[in-house]
C-alpha cells in the first residue's frame, strides 16, 4: 500500500498540471503560449539544467556515467525507430527524432524529482542534458537533412550545459544567490512547461492513427525495456538506475514537433504531432507501471 500512495504522490502533480493546460487550451483555443515557449527555450531550461546538474549533490563521474548510458540508450532507440519506419514506409531521417528523443524534461524531471527527490532530479538532469543537446544538434540535422551549427551557437541551453559541467568538474562551489534564482526558475518552468504541454494535446491533430500508435507503442513500450536491458547489462542500482528506466519512458518530446515544423514538410510534421499527442496519451497508462517497478526495485 505505501508503495502505491509514493506512486500517487509522484504521478498526481504532474499530471493534475498537464490537465490544467489541457483544460485552458479547450477552453480558450486562442490561447497563446509564445510567452512559455520563449521564456522556456531562453531562461527556464538553462536554469533547470544549471540547477539540476550542480545543486543536487550529484558528482561528476555520476553524470559522465548517465549521460553515457542515456546515450546507449538513444543508440538502442534509433535502432527500434529505424526499423519501425521503414516497416510503416515512412522516412527514415525526418521522422527518427520523435523516436529517439523523448520528453525526459517536461514530464521526465518532475517525475524523477517527485520520485527520487533532489538526487534524482541530479540524474534526470544528466539525462536531460544530452537530449536538449541532440535536439539543437541531430534533431534539426534530421529534420533538414542537413546541420547548421548557427542553431546551436544560439541555444542558451547548450552553454548552459557546459557551463554546468565544468561547475562540476571543477567543484566550485555556488553562490546561493545562485541557488535560489535558478531553484525558483527551475521550478517556474516545470509547471509552465508541463501546462503547456496540455495546451499543445489539445492543438495537434492525430493523422494516420493506427500508424501513430504503433509508433508510439515503439516510443513507450520498447523504451523501457532497452532502459531494463542497459541496467541489466551494466548491473545498475538504486535511485540512478529508477531515473534511467524512467526516462527511457517518457513519450516523445514536443520540442520534435518545434524543430520539425521549421525544417520539415508538412506531412512530415503532421506525423510527428500525430506520435507526439499519441505516445503521450499512452504514457499515462505506461508510465503508472514503470515507476511503480521503478520504486519497487531501485530504491
Not at 525526418?94 to 524534461?105: S, V
Not at 492543438?203 to 500508424?211: A, E
Not at 525495456?225 to 535511485?239: S, W
Amino acid at each position: 500500500m505505501d508503495i502505491l500512495i509514493k506512486l500517487f504522490e509522484v504521478l498526481f502533480p504532474v499530471f493534475f498540471i498537464v490537465g490544467i493546460g489541457y483544460y485552458l487550451g479547450k477552453k480558450n483555443p486562442n490561447l497563446d503560449t509564445t510567452f512559455i515557449t520563449n521564456f522556456g527555450a531562453n531562461i527556464g531550461s538553462p536554469a533547470l539544467v544549471f540547477y539540476s546538474v550542480t545543486t543536487t549533490g550529484i558528482t561528476f563521474e555520476i553524470f559522465n556515467s548517465y549521460f553515457g548510458y542515456y546515450f546507449l540508450a538513444i543508440i538502442g532507440f534509433s535502432i527500434v525507430g529505424v526499423f519501425f519506419l521503414y516497416l510503416l514506409k515512412k522516412d527514415i531521417i525526418m521522422e527518427l527524432p520523435p523516436f529517439i528523443l523523448p520528453n525526459t524534461g517536461n514530464m521526465g524531471l518532475p517525475i524523477c524529482l517527485f520520485a527520487y527527490g533532489a538526487e534524482g532530479l541530479g540524474v534526470a538532469g544528466a539525462i536531460s542534458s544530452i537530449i536538449i543537446l541532440f535536439h539543437f544538434t541531430l534533431g534539426v540535422f534530421l529534420a533538414s537533412k542537413k546541420f547548421d551549427f548557427n542553431v546551436v551557437a544560439k541555444s542558451p541551453s547548450f552553454y548552459a550545459i557546459i557551463i554546468s559541467v565544468l561547475f562540476l568538474y571543477f567543484q566550485v562551489e555556488i553562490p546561493n544567490f545562485v541557488v535560489n534564482t535558478t531553484m525558483m526558475l527551475t521550478y517556474a518552468t516545470i509547471f509552465l512547461i508541463l501546462m503547456s504541454l496540455g495546451i499543445a494535446l489539445t492543438r495537434f491533430k492525430v493523422f494516420s492513427f493506427n500508424k501513430a500508435l504503433i509508433s508510439s507503442i515503439a516510443r513507450v513500450i520498447i523504451g523501457p525495456i532497452i532502459g531494463f536491458l542497459i541496467i541489466k547489462i551494466f548491473n545498475l542500482t538504486g535511485y540512478a538506475a529508477g531515473v534511467l528506466l524512467i526516462q527511457c519512458s517518457m513519450p516523445s518530446a514536443v520540442l520534435n514537433y518545434l524543430v520539425g515544423s521549421i525544417y520539415s514538410p508538412k506531412e512530415i510534421v503532421d506525423n510527428i504531432a500525430s506520435m507526439i499527442v499519441v505516445s503521450t496519451i499512452l504514457s499515462f497508462i505506461t508510465l503508472p507501471i514503470v515507476v511503480f517497478f521503478a520504486l519497487k526495485y531501485f530504491i
